[in-house]
């Protein structure tokens, strides 16, 4: 080989190599499953170039490590369950705030945070789940009734230091205010079948059992279960019913699963474009069939599974709220003897 050839094939190389130093990373905090969200992640660095390396951990224990890192963090993003632990890391300052015309554009404005540090990336909601011929549709109507005498004993959820239970109670006191939601959850405890314990597919089991008749559980919990490959799991699902609670008022309680840009990201942009993303239409469609969650994008098709439950009535509140209203709800549930 020539001198020139060798200098060419020099050059060519110092330039891949400054090339590929060049091209951006992202490092991703994820409390979500690896096998739900590895895909898009495979996807998204075929189309960019942008790779992203996963880190997967429980949510609280995230947060945590994302305060002990502070500024030396090496996390651009952190992806995690329902608003109101957003709304926990927005206050323990480890995020800051974006823009994207498209994000604005496609999310809705109550699934994004007001002051711009995070935006909703799939919708969940909370509704009633009943034992079929044990409960009559026509029986159920709100959350607010499910204090009523009439249910003494027959509703299972799990404990007051969830938090998705803890964002149900922080809309109610957004809907009905205080005094009026404290009444109420003491109404709810005292109709509760069992001391309130375990997941909520663990209360989907109990009301499926016959420990119970009502069980108050996120749906994409019910659609794992009967898309699952223990038969047990499928047998406790399938007694089981959909209902969909306050239609004629604000409609049902809905949470996200959601992202922020962490203040320490040294690729804001990168990470803007992996939430945007992460909103595309086949994104969207992929993460629903896959987590039997609900589309935060408009217009996008569900599974059948989800279809089959039909469509409903969401509440509106901006889920910030869920945040801003945790304390309140965490000591309403405290007095109202909810363990």
């Known amino acids: ?5 060798r200098s060419i094939l020099l050059l060519l190389g110092l330039g891949l190599s400054a090339q590929t130093a060049a091209a951006p990373e992202l490092n991703l905090y994820s409390a979500r499953n690896e096998a739900l969200i590895q895909p898009l992640l495979e996807r998204f660095t075929e189309q960019t170039g942008i790779k992203v390396n996963l880190v997967t951990g429980k949510a609280d224990a995230l947060l945590k490590r994302l305060k002990s ?9 952190l992806l995690t369950t329902d608003a109101g632990r957003l709304h926990r890391a927005v206050e323990a300052g480890v995020t800051q705030p974006f823009s994207s015309e498209l994000l604005d554009k496609v999310v809705p404005a109550n699934y994004r945070d007001p002051q711009g540090h995070w935006v909703g990336l799939s919708v969940r909601s909370r509704p009633i789940l009943y034992v079929k011929g044990k409960v009559e549709p026509s029986e159920l109507s709100s959350y607010e009734a499910l204090s ?16 998705y239970n803890q964002s149900l109670i922080a809309s109610m006191i957004a809907a009905n205010g205080e005094a009026e939601t404290e009444k109420w959850a003491k109404g709810l405890v005292a109709n ?5 314990k375990g997941g909520d597919r663990d209360q989907i089991k109990a009301a499926a059992s016959g420990q119970c008749d009502i069980a108050i559980a996120n749906t994409y919990y019910l659609a794992g279960m009967l898309n699952s490959s223990e038969s047990d799991q499928v047998d406790a699902a399938s007694k089981m019913a959909v209902f969909w609670p306050n239609q004629n008022g604000r409609g049902a309680h809905v949470n996200i699963s959601g992202a922020a840009i962490t203040r320490s990201s040294k690729n804001p942009g990168a990470a803007v474009k992996l939430l945007e993303f992460l909103v595309s239409e086949a994104s969207q469609q992929w993460y629903a069939e896959v987590n039997g969650e609900y589309p935060v994008r408009a217009g996008v098709a569900v599974g059948d599974i989800l279809k089959g439950w039909g469509e409903f009535k969401a509440d509106t509140l901006n889920l910030g709220q869920l945040g801003e209203l945790n304390a309140e709800a965490v000591m309403l549930m405290d007095r109202a003897g909810w363990r």
């Not at 009523?148 to 969830?162: M, T």
């Not at 509760?192 to 309130?196: E, F, S, V």
């Open 69 to 77: 890192e502070g500024r030396n963090s090496p996390a651009d993003l």
């Open 192 to 196: 509760l079948a069992l001391p309130p």
């Open 1 to 5: 080989m020539s001198l020139i050839h």
């Open 148 to 163: 009523d005498a009439k249910w003494k004993g027959r509703i299972c959820i799990r404990s007051s230091s969830n938090i």
